[in-house]
């Protein structure tokens, strides 16, 4: 199960990027070229070549973080972080399932959280800034990045919860496969 997750991971961060560097790379014609100063100017297309330039870099360590948390926290060597968070949710009393994958994750998500914090700062505040492209304050910024995290967490722990809830229960929702296979 590790080496599955692992591959699918590492793939995951491969192939993004890939997609960040072919869209940084791009290929620059002639056509293109006056296309763009149609709508901008040189100094605008300079401003955001050194912008996408700026962002390459970043992005590829960023992708190294994401790539080296989930193992940390997950697989570390003495003892997971994921495997502590386990035992104390055991700890609790009786088992109920899905609200320990809710807590799980919950407690998973906060973590990622924290972690790309400074990366989300340099990326879409400190930078935007820099290249004039943001007026939003520090307490603005920080106010939309907890909302953002809240909802997307919310989200997303519904939607694996229900996952988790339809796999653990298969006989009573086999009805599902074929509405969700019509759907597609």
């Not at 297309?45 to 970043?58: D, H, N, P, Q, T």
């Not at 193992?71 to 003495?78: G, L, T």
């Not at 502590?84 to 919950?106: C, K, Q």
């Amino acid at each position: 199960m590790k080496t599955l997750f692992l591959a699918l991971l590492a793939g995951y961060i491969v192939f993004r990027s890939i997609m960040i560097y072919l869209s940084y790379k791009g290929k620059k014609t002639a056509e293109k070229e006056a296309l763009a100063l149609k709508y901008f100017t040189p100094e605008e297309i300079r401003k955001g070549e050194e912008y996408a330039r700026e962002s390459f870099g970043l992005s590829v360590l960023q992708r190294a973080v994401d790539f080296v948390f989930p193992f940390v926290f997950f697989f570390s060597a003495a003892k997971p972080l994921s495997l502590s968070i386990h035992e104390f949710l055991n700890g609790m009393g009786r088992p109920r399932e899905t609200l320990h994958v809710m807590l799980f994750l919950a407690v998973y998500f906060i973590c990622s959280f924290l972690v790309s914090l400074p990366f989300r700062f340099q990326f879409e505040f400190i930078r935007e800034h820099k290249f004039g492209f943001s007026n939003m304050t520090r307490k603005e910024w920080f106010l939309y990045t907890l909302k953002q995290f809240a909802v997307g967490t919310v989200i997303t722990t519904i939607i694996i919860c229900a996952a988790y809830y339809i796999f653990r229960r298969p006989a009573q929702f086999l009805w599902l496969i074929p509405v969700v296979l019509l759907a597609f």
